[in-house]
């Protein structure tokens, strides 16, 4: 589109999620409980690890506090501007600078999850693999550098996707065909040619996500290696569930309808915005359930962390 005479745009309009248009209250509702299902679980998920001196101790349990920070505020980035939008017309209105902070921090907090999972994939290769050099090499330096690598590098990665997509010129139409400012439906609004920018930035979120889903995938395949030499089936049933399994279902969970929506980036299809809305709203949600039900640690820590608020209201009353 040629920007022409035309006044540049100040403000967009976010279409939301079709689907929901019939019926408003009803998602309205569902929605907001699970958005404060997910902030709930995550919140003690996050407390429990702080609160419990033998897991924020250990590495997978500081990246799993970093994991729950991280899915509270991404979805704090897009379903509240959700039901802002089931709630009225007025509330899918979004400015332009608003439009462009919400796709910086969008694609921050998605790219730090990228590389968290693939920190956290490390971290249990270096367990289960060589766990008589893993406190040594994952000390608490150590993590601590990990984890704000991954929120520096990502922090790098959304300023060149928000740039190579806020400098082109806007002027019109304003309507956003999805649920949050995202790179593909805000590009399709650009008055100029935006092949060169389409391919930089997917050949970076590229790079990105198949880079540390590919790292994970040989992580785990050195894993499984380990794993079934392990002679006793209990053992080897004890290192897969106890370590591995939550971490795995994270992974697909975050992954699949990541790449599902990246692959149909600039297609118009309804159900990509259903897919998305997966990874900003129900995988937040479960990956709290996930953790608790499949891991011995958090399950203790959760006792312990119920046992010690038992006492001190008992201590208060007495």
């Avoid at 729950?68 to 009225?88: E, H, M, N, T």
Wanted: net charge positive; with cysteine.
């Amino acid at each position: 589109m040629e920007a022409g005479n035309q006044m540049p745009v100040t403000e967009f309009v976010l279409e939301g999620l079709s689907n929901t248009r019939e019926l408003p209250s009803l998602f309205f509702l569902l929605f907001l409980l699970l958005y404060l299902l997910a902030l709930l679980g995550n919140a003690l998920t996050l407390l429990t690890v702080l609160y419990d001196p033998r897991l924020h101790a250990l590495p997978m349990y500081c990246f799993l506090g970093h994991l729950s920070f991280l899915d509270a505020c991404l979805s704090s980035v897009a379903v509240p501007k959700i039901l802002a939008g089931l709630a009225g017309p007025g509330g899918r209105t979004i400015s332009f600078g608003g439009c462009a902070v919400q796709l910086y921090v969008f694609h921050f907090l998605a790219s730090t999850e990228c590389f968290l999972y693939m920190v956290m994939a490390y971290d249990r290769f270096l367990a289960i693999c060589h766990p008589l050099c893993y406190t040594v090499v994952m000390s608490r330096r150590a993590c601590m550098g990990l984890a704000a690598g991954t929120w520096l590098t990502s922090s790098l990665c959304a300023t060149i996707h928000t740039a190579l997509t806020f400098r082109l010129p806007y002027c019109g139409p304003s309507r956003v065909e999805y649920f949050v400012c995202d790179i593909p439906s805000v590009l399709k609004l650009a008055c100029a040619d935006t092949a060169a920018d389409k391919a930089v930035i997917l050949a970076n979120i590229g790079v990105v996500a198949a880079g540390c889903f590919l790292l994970i995938c040989i992580s785990y395949a050195y894993i499984s290696s380990a794993v079934l030499k392990i002679h006793t089936a209990q053992g080897r049933l004890r290192a897969q569930f106890s370590t591995c399994s939550a971490h795995l279902s994270l992974v697909l969970l975050f992954y699949a309808p990541l790449l599902f929506v990246y692959v149909h980036s600039y297609s118009s299809h309804v159900s990509d915005g259903a897919v998305a809305v997966f990874y900003t709203m129900f995988t937040p949600l479960l990956n709290p359930f996930i953790y608790t039900l499949r891991n011995k640690e958090m399950k203790k820590a959760l006792r312990r962390l119920g046992y010690g608020s038992a006492l001190s209201q008992n201590g208060t009353k007495s």
